[in-house]
């Protein structure tokens, strides 16, 4: 079986990726913006004769200036390993697209080109002659849509049919004078049989009158140099003279214009204008001067009140799947363990995580369309002005919005930005935009801790807060760790596009099987293994004394009123530690003091009750016995550290298991308080239970060090590859912990003055 | 001399020269601002920072600092 590779080539938005996906049915990311493709991919499909490999690369307006995305296709296109290019073009823009083909021309590589997009071309009056094109040029020009599939085995077959050719030197012409000198040089190569391996002569002299580095270093160790080198100044001088220019990257530039120019006059027929008056016309409103801003504020909103609001129905309905799962299963279940791990640990944990993903569809649904109509850089257009205030450049939009679904694809979005320093300084950011994964905490604790009616407001106020900060965050860097100068900000506006909804369908679905593969697996395992380092080792001591005291608290239930009393106190004994009533959970540990009057008050109150006492002296059992499992022991280590901020250990370990996955948060939350809540275990849900145990200020600080401190170890591991500097990855690592611990204490203590 | 962050709304204009280091000038190029093209200024943010205009068969946002590299002279 013989092997073609094609390197797809062609300016940003062209079409490559989905082009890509229609020859050989692979899923490629595809979106309406330019630069959504930042890293070479690879697609492959089988003919009967052939094994082709597609690789999808980065566009690129033109081979010389290039950002990090587009360094990628431009190294790819020198040193990669390819048979062939095809170069993808944009059928409605014509002209402009040329002017990379030009400078691919002359790469002397074989060549397809691949007119895409014709469905809209037709659509707008626009006709181009391909086999007029194919003749001048001396290349295959094809008529293709990745959209309708139109021509796209065409594109196939002629790709084999130039593979089995040799390669056919196109036809680039110049301006006559140029040609002239071409002339000249060429035929004194030819006099002197100068060859260089697989150019031919005139290759070489073009090679040689543009000054091309690749050549000259072969040519100017010959002998031959000596005698070439005038003719060469000659032949410069004039063409410097007739273009009236003496920069040679400008009169390659003037060149290959008009021969795009030239091109298009003889291919190129419009009959009528249309489709841009479409998009010109949604823009008069949506880029509006004063409305614009609005209306993108309007939509962020509504989206995130979607999220919370039309979540919470099927929301509900999983949890109380799960909830009926583990009771179902828990009763067939006789070994206690087992029953602790599979339902307490699995079934709580794993549950917890899955209950969010009605959200997190709705969130990536609005991500999709964000990036598939073209409103992207149109939110770019509109946030530019204010993000340049705080040194962020606006095509930074695209990695921190990118960065609201995950950090991963977001640091590699940042690809696009040509400066190092902006590069940097959003990566940086990216982390305050929360990622999908930190979603289910901010559901969580809005849920638990407001009306229904607001909760959404209240999620999308933590977004808006968490893009504030990182907007004041990017200020600080900028004028202490990245100064610099401004980029220049020049950014194609695509026109708006439909997007099909097969692509809507397929871009959430591929988001959502990925989330309910990391609970079937990462979240899995991460829940078994905090299972077991919270109910190991088991401790029989404070099993025994506990259960003496309920047992001896039972035999007076009778006589209780007048025993009482006793009971308190001897409760007081055995726990002077802070919870001692479901109620008094809410006290955090640093807090016991200031409280402890409420808490006498409040056991005077219940005294009246044994079976309250009762239950509360299990649930102090179980607090005890998990302080004394593995996990309880390192939260108890770790409890200094985030006392300060309200946490009690549990919230703590919670916050470092979130290291690994922000989604492993709340399944540790749904572990841990499904291991230490077993006596109200009735139907409460985990929303209820975080509501009882954790107070308002505790919560709230959670929440802010949950959005800002460090994205997943995946990320860093992400962000180190892309910064390529481990000084900056500790700087992060430092940064994001730092500023979370701060925020989150500032928070915890000023919600505490005024409450 | 009048260039391309002056001109008002909707107005036609021709460009007539690109002066900006070697970096912009290359990117405005390759985005399709070459000399003689008409270009027209059609939205332009609330205080006026960034623009967007329409040439050719595309429309390109820049920044008023960039709109000032690109010398024009206005159509009929
Ligand atoms: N109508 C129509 N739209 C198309 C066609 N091909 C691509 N598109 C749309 O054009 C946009 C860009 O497609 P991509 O495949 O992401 O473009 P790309 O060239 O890979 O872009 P970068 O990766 O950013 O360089 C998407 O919105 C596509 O849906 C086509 O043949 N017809
Ligand atoms: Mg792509």
């Not at chain 1, 006099?191 to 040689?208: M, N, P, T």
């Not at chain 1, 950090?407 to 590699?412: E, N, R």
């Not at chain 2, 939205?43 to 008023?64: H, P, W, Y």
Request: glycine share 6%; proline share 3%; net charge negative.
């Amino acid at each position: 079986m013989n092997k073609i590779t094609i390197a797809l080539v062609g300016q940003p938005n062209v079409g490559k990726s989905h082009l890509a996906n229609a020859i050989s049915g692979s899923n490629l990311k595809i979106g309406n913006f330019a630069g959504v493709t930042v890293e070479k991919a690879t697609a492959k499909l089988r003919t009967e004769d052939y094994a082709i490999e597609l690789i999808d690369l980065p566009g690129l307006y033109s081979l010389e200036d290039f950002s990090a995305d587009e360094k990628v296709t431009k190294e790819f296109l020198v040193k990669g390993d390819y048979d062939l290019i095809v170069n993808v073009l944009d059928s409605t823009n014509l002209e402009r697209n040329l002017m990379l083909t030009t400078e691919l021309l002359e790469l002397n590589k074989k060549i397809v080109l691949a007119l895409n997009m014709d469905d809209e071309a037709l659509k707008e009056g626009i006709a181009i002659n391909a086999e007029a094109m194919s003749k001048i040029l001396s290349v295959p020009c094809i008529r293709v849509s990745s959209k309708t599939k139109f021509n796209v085995e065409t594109l196939v077959d002629t790709i084999i049919t130039v593979h089995e050719k040799a390669l056919a030197p196109s036809k680039l012409i110049y301006g006559s004078e140029v040609e002239d000198q071409l002339q000249t040089i060429t035929r004194f190569l030819e006099d002197k049989h100068f060859h260089i391996e697989g150019l031919s002569y005139r290759q070489i002299a073009v090679g040689l009158l543009w000054q091309k580095r690749e050549i000259y270093a072969i040519v100017h160790d010959h002998p031959l140099y000596v005698e070439l080198q005038p003719i060469l100044n000659n032949a410069l001088g004039h063409v410097y003279m007739y273009c009236q220019c003496d920069e040679i990257d400008e009169v390659i530039h003037r060149q290959h214009a008009a021969f795009a120019k030239g091109l298009c006059t003889e291919v190129l027929s419009v009959s009528k204008i249309k489709a841009q008056s479409i998009t010109q016309k949604i823009d008069a409103v949506l880029i509006h001067k004063f409305l614009g801003l609005p209306i993108f504020i309007f939509l962020m909103w509504a989206l995130f009140q979607l999220t919370f609001t039309l979540g919470e129905i099927p929301m509900g309905w999983i949890e109380d799947g799960f909830g009926w799962l583990g009771e179902t299963i828990g009763e067939t279940i006789d070994n206690e363990a087992l029953k602790s791990l599979i339902v307490d640990g699995i079934i709580a944990g794993v549950g917890s995580v899955l209950m969010f993903l009605p959200n997190i569809i709705i969130l990536f649904l609005g991500i999709a369309l964000l990036e598939t109509t073209g409103y992207m850089s149109r939110a770019a257009f509109l946030l530019d002005g204010f993000f340049h205030k705080f040194g962020l450049h606006g095509k930074s939009f695209v990695p921190l919005v990118t960065g609201f679904g995950c950090s991963v694809p977001a640091y590699m979005a940042a690809r696009t930005l040509k400066n190092k320093k902006d590069r940097l300084l959003t990566m940086f950011i990216i982390g305050f935009m929360s990622c999908g994964a930190r979603l289910p905490v901010y559901v969580l604790f809005a849920g638990a801790f407001f009306e229904e009616d607001v909760a959404g407001n209240v999620l999308f106020a933590i977004y808006i807060f968490g893009a504030i900060l990182g907007l004041i965050a990017a200020k600080i860097l900028r004028v202490t760790a990245f100064k610099g100068e401004d980029e220049p900000f020049v950014m194609e506006m695509p026109k708006y596009r439909l997007p099909s909804l097969k692509l809507l369908w397929f871009m959430v679905y591929s988001k959502s099987v990925l989330y309910l593969k990391k609970a079937g697996t990462f979240i899995l395992l991460a829940s078994m293994l905090i299972w077991f380092i919270s109910s190991y080792p088991k401790n029989d001591l404070i099993e025994e004394a506990y259960g003496a005291k309920i047992e001896a608290l039972q035999a007076t239930q009778e006589t209780a009123a007048t025993e009482q009393e006793a009971s308190v106190a001897s409760k007081e004994d055995s726990a002077q530690a802070q919870e001692a009533t479901p109620n008094d959970g809410k006290v955090a540990s640093a807090e016991t003091d200031k409280e402890a009057p409420a808490t006498e008050q409040e056991e005077a109150k219940e005294g009246t009750s044994v079976e309250d006492q009762i239950a509360a002296l299990e649930n102090e059992k179980h607090e005890k016995i998990m302080e004394q499992t593995y996990l309880g022991m390192a939260g108890k280590a770790v409890e200094p550290f985030f006392a300060p901020l309200g946490f009690d250990w549990k919230m703590g370990v919670a916050t470092l298991s979130g290291l690994a996955a922000k989604e492993v948060i709340v399944s540790t939350l749904g572990v841990l308080y499904a291991l230490g809540d077993e006596v109200n275990e009735e139907d409460a849900s985990l929303r209820d239970i975080i509501k009882e145990n954790i107070s308002f200020a505790s919560a709230m600080a959670f929440i802010v060090f949950v959005m800002v401190y460090l994205p997943c170890l995946a990320a860093t591991a992400v962000f180190y590859k892309e910064a390529e500097s481990i000084k900056h990855t500790v700087l992060l690592v430092l940064f994001t912990f730092a500023t979370a611990w701060i925020l989150a204490f500032i928070t915890y203590r000023v919600l505490l003055l005024v409450s | 001399m009048v260039d391309l962050s002056q001109i008002d709304k909707n107005q036609r204009a021709l460009i007539k020269n690109i002066s900006a280091q070697h970096g912009l000038k290359k990117r405005l190029q390759s985005l399709g601002l070459n000399v003689g093209q008409e270009v027209q200024v059609v939205e332009t943010s609330l205080q006026k920072n960034t623009i967007k205009i329409a040439l050719g068969f595309s429309s390109v946002a820049l920044r008023l600092d960039e709109a000032k590299a690109v010398e024009v002279e206005l159509a009929s």
